[in-house]
Each structure stands twice: as C-alpha cells, then as structure tokens.
C-alpha cells in the first residue's frame, strides 16, 4: 500500500511539473537596445607632471568628467608626489583656479580643495566655534582635524617638498588639539 501511494504521489508530481513547463509562454525575441554612448573619462597616469594636468585639463573639459573632479585631483596628488618640488604647489594652484573659472567647482570647493592640502588652516574647524559647545564634538573635530592632517602631509610635505612649511603645520595641528583638550576640560569643569 505504501509503494502504490508513493508512486501515485511521485507521478503527480512529475505529472504536475511537465504540465508546468507547457503552460509557459513562448517570448517574442527581445530587441536589443544599446544604450547611449558613455563619455570615457581617463584619469591622467603617468610620471609627467605637466602632462597630467594637461590631461585633466582636457578631459574635465568635458560635462561628462565634471562629476569625477575629485578623483582627477587625487590623481593629480599622486602623480606629483613622484617629482615633489615647490612648482606643483603652483600648479595645483592654477589648477583650481581653472577649474573654478570653468564652472566645474565653486569658488569655495575650490578653496578648500587647496587649503586642505597645501595650507596649514584647517578648514575642518568651524570659524564660528562656541568654546563649551565645542567641546561636546571635540572627538569628532579631532578625527577630521587628522585626516585633513594627512591630506597637507600629501600637499605640502610630499607634493610640493616643504618639510619646513609641514612641520609647521604638524605643530599647529598639536597646538589646536591641545587648546580643544584644555576647553574640554574646562567647560565640563565649570559645569
């Protein structure tokens, strides 16, 4: 009795999936549709300075690069970091100013673009800083204070080949996060 409920059962089934498969329905052949054609935007390699900005240049030049702005620009850090000289910082330079004039980037992003990598400011700091309500976001002012600390140590210590104007900008970095540890410390004094 078991076999013959079991083959009942196992030919049911195999009954129930041929059955299946005829009700698929036969699909037309889709058409193929290609799709518009994607502006190739290369980043400058290389070990030619000047010919990496050229090429930036060139393909930033196009709307369809505009977006990828800031991998051009890193590209253009890692480039420069193979013939550090005091010239890139120029570069650099002219190289935002460009970019700004051309409509690729605010006045502003532009000023920060160059300020977080080759000027010991901090644009990670608010200049409008209450000293107590500082110290509630000190951590965090702390840790975006470092990473930006990396960036200049690639612009000015790496790019450009300013030891002098890095370590200045090092020692700044440590005066700042001591003035936040010493406020932190009186605010929740006072409290």
């Not at 299946?20 to 300075?49: H, I």
């Not at 990828?68 to 420069?80: C, G, K, M, R, V």
């Not at 650099?92 to 010991?120: A, H, M």
Request: contains cysteine; positive net charge; hydrophobic residues 35%.
């Amino acid at each position: 009795m078991k076999n013959l409920t079991l083959k009942i059962l196992t030919t049911a089934v195999l009954g129930l999936t041929l059955t299946g498969c005829n009700t698929l329905q036969k699909q037309e052949p889709s058409v193929v549709q290609y799709a518009q054609p994607v502006a190739m935007c290369s980043m400058p390699s290389g070990k030619r300075v000047d010919a990496a900005f050229a090429h930036a240049k060139s393909e930033l030049s196009s709307s369809a690069c505009q977006t990828q702005y800031h991998n051009y620009f890193t590209s253009l850090i890692d480039i420069a970091k193979g013939d550090p000289s005091a010239e890139n910082k120029q570069r650099f330079s002219q190289f935002v100013t460009w970019s700004y004039e051309s409509g690729i980037i605010s006045k502003r992003q532009g000023r920060d673009y160059y300020t977080q990598y080759f000027s010991p400011t901090f644009t990670s700091l608010s200049d409008t800083l209450n000293v107590c309500s500082a110290s509630r976001s000190k951590q965090t002012m702390i840790q975006d204070m470092q990473s930006e600390l990396k960036m200049k140590k690639q612009g000015i210590l790496e790019v450009a080949g300013d030891r002098d104007g890095y370590f200045k900008t090092l020692k700044q970095h440590s005066d700042i996060v001591l003035v936040l540890e010493a406020t932190a410390m009186a605010c929740t004094a006072s409290l």
